[in-house]
């Protein structure tokens, strides 16, 4: 008799909930571990549970240099989603001018404090470096689509060079069958009259 297939949904009774946790996270763990050893392959694995406890694996190699290693191969994504999640927090170009005048403009320029200045220039920053995140990202996809230009008008090229080439040949060949009257063709036999 083989097993009930369980639905993926939320468990709603709370101890049945902990114990297919704790089930599933040392089933997990276990499958991570024989990953890393079939495969001889760094596997690093953490969980955190509802309650908020922290629960780790790490094969072989130390899971802080595992993560370091994830950390140094992905440092652009997390570098863009950090810019991204910075851009929404200070919201748009223009209402962080008008801040910015809002503060230095007329009269209040002298009661504005260090601080406030200090905030200002970290927004500015943070707002000049997402656009020119932007900008660096639109310049990429402008190459890679100049790219992708180049390569279809190279392919269409040579298809056009092969069929000229084809033509040529074909000219060619129908030049040395028709020639003009009086003209010895390449293809027609000629006899020549004898000479006493």
């Known amino acids: ?17 902990q114990v297919t946790f704790s089930k599933r996270r040392n089933g997990l763990i276990e499958k991570a571990r024989q990953l890393s050893v079939l495969c001889d392959a760094s596997v ?7 309650s908020g406890k922290l629960y780790s694996f790490s094969s072989g190699d130390n899971l802080v240099k595992i993560l370091d290693r994830y950390g ?14 910075k851009a929404l927090n200070y919201g748009s170009h223009h209402e962080l001018l008008e801040l910015v005048e809002s503060k230095l403009v007329g009269s209040n320029v002298n009661n ?17 470096s997402v656009t020119r995140a932007k900008k660096t990202e639109l310049m990429l996809k402008l190459v890679e689509n100049l790219k992708e230009k180049e390569k279809l ?14 033509n040529h040949h074909v000219g060619a060949e129908a030049e040395m069958e028709i020639s003009p009257a009086g003209q010895i063709s390449d293809n027609l036999p000629v006899t020549l009259p004898l000479l006493n």
Do not use: F, P, W, Y
């Open 44 to 50: 690093a694995l953490l969980v955190v549970s509802a």
């Open 1 to 17: 008799m083989g097993r009930k297939k369980l639905e993926i949904k939320r468990i709603e009774n709370k101890s049945s909930r």
């Open 153 to 166: 008008l190279k392919e269409e090229n040579q298809v056009l060079a092969s069929q000229m080439e084809k």
């Open 112 to 128: 504005v404090s260090a601080e406030t200045l200090l905030q200002l220039e970290k927004h500015l920053e943070t707002a000049l």
């Open 72 to 85: 140094k191969q992905h440092a652009d994504d997390l570098k863009a989603l950090d810019m991204q999640s």
